[in-house]
């Protein structure tokens, strides 16, 4: 990328990844065969789906983060998901500027992403499940949202379609599951995802000279509801530990993938769960690809606690807001380099 270091990139000390990480007592595995239960599902849980449902409530209680197999998704579309974005970012860079995302149209390609004001070292490449996705200008401007899809390489755009269909099949599945860890009907959150903005990212972190004083993702929480990852075999997805703040490093398994709640499932479920701190670490040998859904509902939504989740004792933690203001707040913070910064669902927290 550069030759001499540049500042851009350096993370503030108290941020930098240690040279030593943990593997250890990592994120729950959580075998999801039981899942065609749900079809079936209509009085109590079955047996099958009672043990699933309790995973699941356990791993988005302590962690937020959980890894999963037998998912559903096949692995030859995951496969094709793999080999268009490896060719994409073999391309030469003047030919995956082609598409580089611009003032106007956020999709596609991007290389100088910051978080919280230090710069990731990554590319990215982005595009939206259902389009025209709305960006939300206001009631009285509407911007629709388009993918820029390149030439090359051959088939990307039929892969990656093919890939989204896959995932957000399983994404509406693991929200059934979240629903009823929530003891509420199993379709009771879908309606929020009609018209949904949900985002498909193609992350590529390049080799970095210095790995000790940048990250590929800085530290931060999914805005969304639920996000599915991705991953190759290298490693450097690192979760914050909530029992003891330690950065826990996740072991990449083949044929899985990273599952983990927002901060809007954080906000519906009152706080009965949380969105987890991650960042990614890079390496001076292997480049890394990884994958991440963003899970999202529509621009309209507005989020607040679940009715059915407060009452007189247990009263909402949060004021409501909107979904659409807030991912562009959340842009716009990102596509400048500002001094302030990003907005966050505790700003919406009630004062006790
Ligand atoms: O690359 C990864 O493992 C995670 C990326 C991530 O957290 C994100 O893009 O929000
Ligand atoms: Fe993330």
Same mark, same amino acid.
């Given at each position: 990328m550069v030759l001499e270091f540049d500042p851009a990139f350096i993370q503030a000390p108290e941020h930098r990844p240690k040279p030593a990480v943990t593997e250890?007592?990592?994120?729950?595995?959580?075998?999801?065969?039981?899942?065609?239960?749900?079809?079936?599902?209509?009085?109590?849980?079955?047996?099958?789906?009672?043990?699933l449902v309790a995973q699941v409530e356990?791993?988005?209680?302590?962690?937020?983060?959980?890894?999963?197999?037998?998912?559903g998704v096949p692995l030859a579309v995951v496969e094709r998901a793999w080999a268009a974005s490896?060719?994409?970012?073999?391309?030469? @860079?003047?030919?995956?500027r082609r598409v580089r995302r611009n003032e106007v149209n956020p999709l596609g390609y991007y290389e100088a992403e910051n978080t919280k004001n230090v710069r990731d070292w990554k590319e990215v490449f982005d595009y939206v499940v259902h389009e025209p996705a709305d960006a939300g200008g206001g009631v009285d401007r509407l911007i629709e949202l388009r993918n820029q899809w390149p030439q090359f390489p051959h088939?990307?755009?039929?892969?990656?379609?093919?890939?989204?269909?896959?995932?957000?099949?399983?994404?509406?599945?693991?929200?059934?599951?979240?629903?009823?860890?929530?003891?509420?009907p199993p379709k009771r959150l879908h309606g929020f995802f009609?018209?949904?903005?949900?985002?498909?990212?193609?992350?590529?972190?390049? @080799?970095?000279?210095?790995?000790?004083?940048?990250?590929?993702?800085?530290?931060?929480?999914?805005?969304?509801?639920?996000?599915?990852?991705?991953?190759?075999?290298?490693?450097g997805l690192d979760v914050r530990r909530r029992s003891d703040g330690e950065w826990i490093r996740v072991k990449p398994i083949p044929n899985s993938f990273i599952i983990n709640v927002g901060d809007?499932?954080?906000?519906?479920?009152?706080?009965?769960?949380?969105?987890?701190?991650?960042?990614?670490?890079?390496?001076?040998?292997?480049?890394?690809?990884?994958? @991440?859904?963003?899970?999202?509902?529509?621009?309209?939504?507005?989020?607040? @606690?679940?009715a059915e989740l407060v009452d007189e004792k247990n009263p909402a933690n949060y004021e409501e807001y909107n979904w659409g203001e807030f991912l562009k707040t959340r842009a716009d913070g990102n596509f400048k380099k500002l001094d302030v910064e990003n907005i966050q669902i505790y700003h919406f927290k009630k004062a006790k």
């Open positions: 250890a007592g990592g994120i729950p595995l959580i075998d999801l065969s039981p899942l065609h239960l749900l079809e079936q599902h209509g009085g109590p849980l079955v047996a099958g789906l009672e043990v356990a791993a988005c209680r302590d962690w937020g983060f959980f890894q999963v197999i037998n998912h490896r060719g994409f970012f073999a391309l030469p @860079p003047e030919e995956r088939g990307f755009r039929e892969a990656l379609v093919e890939y989204a269909q896959a995932t957000e099949e399983l994404a509406f599945k693991l929200l059934e599951l979240i629903s009823l860890t929530l003891s509420l009609k018209d949904q903005t949900s985002l498909i990212r193609l992350n590529h972190y390049p @080799p970095c000279p210095s790995p000790h004083l940048a990250l590929g993702v800085g530290r931060h929480k999914d805005p969304g509801a639920l996000t599915i990852l991705a991953q190759d075999d290298v490693g809007i499932v954080q906000v519906w479920s009152n706080d009965k769960y949380e969105s987890t701190e991650h960042r990614v670490s890079v390496n001076s040998e292997r480049e890394r690809f990884s994958i @991440p859904f963003f899970f999202n509902p529509a621009h309209d939504v507005m989020v607040k @606690p679940l």
